[in-house]
């Protein structure tokens, strides 16, 4: 019964592939969240989708794009990858963009 | 944007000692969330408290928030407790939203 779920745990790929992540909530939740954790374990947010619309988008490559087919999903698709998209990326949901936050256990990526 | 500082960076303690975590933010913020990453990478959200005092077992969370800090408390710690400590702030991104900035964490080793 969990939460938050995100799949796969891990992903091994070259680059130059494509990639997708995904992620389901059953918290009923209006707003979700992509976050990448780097190296030294900095949390930063990527994008943010509230009923259905991109409400935030930082300075990420547009090689990243969230795809939301309902309000309880919000998956990653990444182009091109290259060796520094390697790091862990979180999934995450909340009720309102001020609600509280629940994460998922995250996909630990690695673009060799 | 805003700024969320933590301390110590590094905590070690032993079993059964009690600890204080600090988190100080730059500005006014609307929330602020305290998280456990644990040795496994998962994030759960310990407290939601833009204000006030709340405990939860061994722990216990203030925010002060005319002071823009927050104190994080451990008490009687086990080796359990071990991971790294997150302060996120919710704070109003100018772009029609409210956006969830974490600090850097703080990592606590609990040895037996």
């Known amino acids: 019964d969990t939460a938050v779920s995100q799949t796969p745990k891990y992903l091994v790929t070259q680059m130059g592939n494509d990639k997708s992540i995904k992620c389901e909530q059953n918290?009923?939740?209006?707003?979700m969240y992509w976050y990448k954790q780097d190296s030294k374990k900095f949390l930063k947010i990527m994008f943010s989708?509230?009923?259905?619309?991109?409400?935030i988008n930082e300075t990420v490559p547009n090689r990243f794009s969230p795809k939301s087919p309902d309000k309880a999903h919000l998956n990653l698709h990444i182009n091109s990858l290259e060796l520094g998209d390697s790091a862990v990326y979180f999934c995450?949901?909340?009720?309102?963009?001020?609600?509280?936050?629940?994460f998922g256990q995250g996909t630990r990526l690695t673009v060799v | 944007g805003i700024q969320v500082e933590q301390s110590p960076p590094d905590l070690i303690l032993q079993e059964g000692a009690n600890s204080t975590l600090r988190c100080n933010f730059s500005d006014s913020v609307n929330n602020l969330q305290w998280f456990h990453q644990n040795p496994w990478g998962q994030l759960i959200n310990l407290f939601y408290?833009?204000?006030g005092t709340k405990q939860n077992g061994r722990l216990s969370a203030t925010t002060v928030a005319t002071e823009r800090y927050s104190l994080l408390y451990i008490s009687s710690s086990q080796t359990t407790d071990s991971g790294v400590y997150f302060c996120a702030v919710a704070a109003y991104s100018g772009a029609g939203s409210y956006q969830l900035t974490f600090g850097k964490g703080t990592k606590l080793s609990v040895i037996p």
């Open positions: 989708y509230n009923n259905k619309e991109l409400i």
């Open positions: 918290l009923g939740h209006d707003t």
């Open positions: 408290i833009p204000s």
């Open positions: 995450a949901s909340s009720q309102g963009d001020q609600g509280r936050a629940f």
